[in-house]
């Protein structure tokens, strides 16, 4: 079982950054593969970013360039660095672990998700 607590969130403006950061429980972090996603209102969740357990990224085209996901294994501790933040990025952001060690873009690969952090981009 793996449990994941995100933190970071919070109100910025426009252009803006935020870190986003999502500590594990157990011992195995580093062989999971972890991703974020988002979920704003009167939407369905989506996939943001994703980073394996070697460390290979893939981002959605909606966030590239602008959001950094890393891992740091020995903190058990994955982040979302969020620059030149945009109002349609504003949404409860999530976390989420999967054991296939590769990662998706499909939140229903994911086995553990974290409970949100709100972020808000205020225009």
């Known amino acids: 079982q793996v449990q994941l607590v995100e933190s970071g969130g919070g109100l910025v403006q426009a252009g803006g950054s935020l870190r986003l950061s999502c500590a594990a429980s157990?011992?195995?972090?580093?062989?999971?593969?972890m991703g974020w996603f988002r979920q704003a209102p009167g939407k369905e969740r989506e996939f943001v970013a994703s980073i394996s357990w070697s460390g290979s990224t893939y981002y959605a085209d909606s966030v590239k360039g602008r959001f950094t996901i890393s891992r740091d294994n020995a903190k058990n501790t994955v982040y979302l660095q969020m620059n030149s933040l945009k109002p349609e990025d504003t949404a409860v952001y999530y976390c989420?672990?999967?054991?296939?060690?590769?990662?998706?873009?499909?939140?229903?690969?994911?086995?553990?998700w974290g409970q949100g952090t709100q972020v808000t981009v205020s225009s």
């Open positions: 989420a672990a999967d054991r296939s060690m590769v990662g998706s873009t499909l939140a229903v690969r994911y086995d553990y």
């Open positions: 157990g011992r195995t972090f580093s062989s999971y593969a």
